[in-house]
């Protein structure tokens, strides 16, 4: 059975991980029979979001604790995560993919990104081990190859032009795809779909997740 690894930000698609993105990538790795091990970064989020309102609000969460919400069980900490145990990784969207594994969403391509996913995606890019990049994610994924020397990586984030030139900033390429489509990088083993980047509702977005799983699966 194949182990794939998916990193949540959070709980919530404004201040962590998307929630439908996250169970739909859940739901179809499960349809495959495959094994997961969901990990989170041990530290707090950059903001706690009222999803009623949209504003926000003054509490502190912890980004790990709160992915464990979604995981319906114990999340193990990003920094301990290793490509030797993995066959894959899957990173679902939401606002924190842009604010708690990176600060793409305050510095766009100048952003930083979380020491532990740098790693963990060099290790399995190296080891030729595919990677899943879910509506935002592909931005941050763009910045993290960049680190590696990768470059020329096709990804994409749906037709957003303004996403779109930050990952052509990092050096890779954008191809615009709808909700239901997926980007596929052979060389690199990349697979992208745009999810709640276009919405607009979980039916479109469960079929471009499950295209992507679907490949994903078949590199294995």
Not at 43 to 68: C, F, K, M, S, Y
Not at 154 to 180: F, K, P, R, Y
């Amino acid at each position: 059975m194949p182990r794939i690894g998916v990193i949540l930000a959070g709980c919530g698609f404004l201040d962590g991980s998307e929630i439908h993105e996250a169970v739909l990538t859940l739901y179809h790795l499960d349809r495959h029979g495959a094994g997961v091990a969901c990990f989170a970064p041990d530290r707090d989020q950059l903001h706690v979001v009222d999803h009623g309102t949209g504003d926000p609000i003054n509490e502190v969460r912890n980004v790990r604790a709160e992915a464990a919400r979604i995981a319906r069980g114990p999340v193990d900490d990003l920094a301990e995560a290793s490509a030797d145990a993995l066959d894959a990784l899957v990173i679902p969207g939401g606002f924190g993919v842009a604010k708690n594994l990176s600060d793409f969403a305050l510095k766009g391509p100048e952003c930083d990104v979380n020491p532990d996913l740098v790693r963990l995606v060099g290790e399995v890019v190296a080891a030729r081990k595919p990677v899943v990049a879910i509506c935002i994610a592909p931005a941050i994924l763009a910045a993290i190859l960049k680190r590696h020397g990768v470059s020329g990586a096709t990804l994409t984030i749906g037709d957003d032009a303004d996403t779109a030139g930050a990952i052509h900033a990092l050096g890779q390429s954008h191809q615009v795809c709808a909700v239901e489509e997926i980007s596929v990088d052979e060389a690199n083993r990349i697979v992208c779909t745009p999810a709640y980047m276009l919405g607009p509702g979980p039916a479109g977005v469960s079929e471009g997740i499950g295209r992507a799983i679907d490949q994903l699966m078949a590199w294995l």
